[in-house]
């Protein structure tokens, strides 16, 4: 399974971006498909997952802001994010997990497979 994540670039604060992951997967839509993001100096944090039911789960400091979409035919995951803030500035990460955990998979080692990043600056 191959991850191409796109999307990202430079924009102020308050501004829209949405990122693109495209996957290479023939069964796609049975995978949870989840975002992450790595800021200088700091660990990889969850972000939101839309798991392969449809259900979407999101990390507090984006509830509201963030959204987590899929199209299945596609086999392409996007994240909307509004209202971006400098503190939202990170490498964001796509990832796809073929558990089928029980509950929403939030930490980086219940995700399978990863994308190359693509790095988000907001600036002030």
């Known amino acids: 399974v191959q991850l191409q994540a796109s999307g990202g670039g430079l924009v102020q604060a308050g501004g829209s971006l949405r990122l693109s992951c495209a996957a290479s997967?023939?069964?796609?839509?049975?995978?949870?498909m989840g975002w992450f993001r790595q800021a200088p100096g700091k660990e990889r944090e969850f972000v939101g997952v839309?798991?392969?039911?449809?259900?979407?789960y999101y990390e507090d400091s984006v509830k509201g802001r963030f959204t987590i979409s899929r199209d299945n035919a596609k086999k392409t995951v996007y994240l909307q994010m509004n209202s971006l803030k400098p503190e939202d500035t990170a490498v964001y990460y796509c990832?796809?997990?073929?558990?089928?955990?029980?509950?929403?998979?939030?930490?980086?080692?219940?995700?399978?497979?990863w994308g190359q990043g693509t790095l988000v600056t907001v600036s002030s």
């Open positions: 990832a796809a997990s073929v558990k089928r955990l029980y509950r929403a998979p939030s930490s980086p080692n219940e995700y399978d497979y």
């Open positions: 997967a023939r069964t796609f839509s049975s995978y949870d």
């Open positions: 839309v798991r392969w039911s449809g259900g979407q």
